[in-house]
């Protein structure tokens, strides 16, 4: 005995009419019945494929522009009665209520509609109110009823046809999928209406959705996937990256691959960034992006060895040439100039990635045990990150050369782990100190990477110098100007120590620690 059921009569109601005529053709040549409702109706009609209106079965007409059309006991009841159990069925017999063995429904499309328009009223019109419905209830009853929710599943639809219809384990699968789309779509509604309030800070919510399993996680020992957060058409990122040749992504590429697309878009310029365990190796501008992976490969060619390499701008045929001569884990730019990909291709581990279209996150979520911690993201756009807005306290003018590297290092530091120091050269970092636990630390390796190039540089620091010692460590190695937030009880301390070295400091009122 089948363990499938048949499937007689179909209610079909899609936004999306990406392959209706097709199915439609196919459930007619099996002789099931089809109601539809509005323009669905008119595509079926129009094709020849016999079908009855939801009007004509109800008896009551569509209103009020579409917002009450499938909203009749006619129809729920047809979709929520139990097929196995008599009292269901003796209560629709009286009521004169023809049950339904399948319902396709796709939704109006309010998250596309949100990212196309700021008109409140067009978006609350896309709000689908019976659709959601009539999945819902035909999800619930999937004992009796199969439900497709989504265009990508007409070629199972059709499989089933063929034998014979759905299993009851198939209908469970299908009706999980109507619950994860409704969950999503009632995200997506619920976060735009906050926000539209402004009462988003009051409840986060997110769909992602597994996009592949990892061989394994930081350490072999840890299991890992990656999701994509199904509203990453509003800011893409990594997660959105197409790999075009080499090995899988590792955990471990993926955060690296992140830290470094945000630290090259830091900047307007064509910029390469090279990152190594969260940290820059290098980061630079350069009038081509060429030029920009010389200086920032400079920075420490032994630690780039094996790091992830981001660019701002399609990554030239030069750069490539370049590139290869370098053991690099994964290479990520928003395009490629031809022949660009067949060089690095050569290396056959090599992961290289396109990412087309990239916007930094307006939001910062880290979790934590418990709970979730939000904040905006540290983008380097405040008043204070202009040196229009800076506040020199030490040493004479600067020239307009020495200030265009304060700036790139300003910017650079954002990308480096706290406690932070970055010295810079010709739009260029030439020692990083990083990730110490106290600033005097962080000097004394951005000096020591820089060795001799730290003469002449310039130096920014992520955060105020508690002390002068740290300052001076950046004196003694040559350092020729400083900027930094500002904001210590010893402001006067370090100052005075400026002065007395004769350098340029300026102060940024603003501060860039990273922590994560």
Not at 352 to 369: C, F
Not at 492 to 511: D, L
Request: hydrophobic share 40%; net charge negative; with cysteine.
């Amino acid at each position: 005995m089948s363990t499938r059921k048949p499937i007689r009569r179909a209610l079909i109601s899609v936004y999306d009419k990406t392959g209706l005529v097709e199915l439609g053709r196919s459930l007619t040549e099996l002789g099931v019945e089809i109601l539809s409702t509005g323009s669905t109706a008119k595509t079926l009609s129009s094709a020849g494929i016999p079908v009855t209106t939801v009007e004509e079965y109800t008896g009551f007409p569509e209103i009020m522009g579409g917002r009450v059309k499938t909203l009749h006991p006619r129809i729920h009841g047809g979709i929520l009665a139990d097929q196995n159990n008599p009292e269901h069925l003796a209560s629709i017999t009286s009521h004169d209520i023809a049950p339904f063995d399948l319902i396709i429904i796709n939704l109006y499309p309010f998250a596309q509609t949100i990212a196309a328009t700021k008109d409140f009223a067009e978006c609350i019109e896309q709000i689908d109110i019976g659709g959601p419905s009539m999945l819902r209830g035909a999800a619930k009853n999937h004992g009796s009823v199969a439900v497709i929710s989504s265009p990508s599943q007409y070629l199972l639809l059709q499989n089933a046809l063929a034998q014979g219809g759905f299993t009851l384990e198939e209908r469970r699968r299908l009706a999980m999928e109507v619950f994860r789309t409704t969950a999503e779509y009632d995200v997506a509604i619920a976060t735009w209406l906050g926000e539209q309030q402004g009462a988003g800070k009051e409840w986060k919510a997110a769909i992602f959705h597994r996009t592949a399993s990892l061989r394994y996680g930081e350490n072999p020992h840890q299991e890992a996937d990656v999701y994509t957060n199904v509203a990453s058409w509003i800011e893409p990122g990594i997660a959105q990256a197409v790999k075009l040749h080499g090995k899988e992504m590792s955990f471990n590429n993926y955060t690296d691959a992140d830290a470094a697309v945000r630290s090259a878009y830091d900047h307007s310029e064509p910029c390469v960034a090279i990152i190594k365990h969260a940290n820059p190796c290098g980061i630079a501008v350069g009038a081509t992006i060429e030029a920009a992976y010389q200086k920032a490969h400079a920075c420490d060619p032994t630690s780039a060895f094996g790091g992830v390499v981001a660019t701002n701008r399609p990554l030239s045929l030069s750069m490539a040439q370049a590139l290869s001569e370098v053991f690099t884990e994964v290479v990520i730019a928003p395009s490629y100039e031809t022949g660009a990909v067949e060089v690095l291709s050569k290396k056959p581990s090599i992961r290289i990635l396109t990412l087309d279209r990239y916007v930094n996150p307006t939001l910062e979520r880290r979790p934590i045990s418990g709970g979730l911690l939000v904040q905006k993201s540290d983008l380097v756009n405040a008043p204070g990150d202009s040196s229009a807005h800076w506040s020199q306290v030490s040493g004479e003018p600067v020239s307009a050369e020495v200030l265009a590297d304060l700036e790139f290092a300003w910017r650079a530091v954002r990308a480096v782990k706290s406690n932070a120091i970055l010295l810079a050269h010709d739009g260029a970092s030439v020692g990083v100190g990083m990730g110490q636990v106290n600033r005097l630390d962080s000097s004394r390796l951005a000096v020591a990477r820089a060795g001799a190039r730290a003469a002449g540089s310039v130096a920014a620091s992520d955060a105020f110098f508690p002390f002068a010692d740290g300052l001076q460590i950046l004196i003694d190695a040559g350092v020729r100007a400083v900027v930094q937030p500002g904001g210590s009880v010893r402001d006067e301390e370090v100052i005075t120590a400026a002065k007395a070295a004769g350098i340029a400091m300026f102060f940024t009122g603003v501060r860039h620690f990273s922590h994560a």
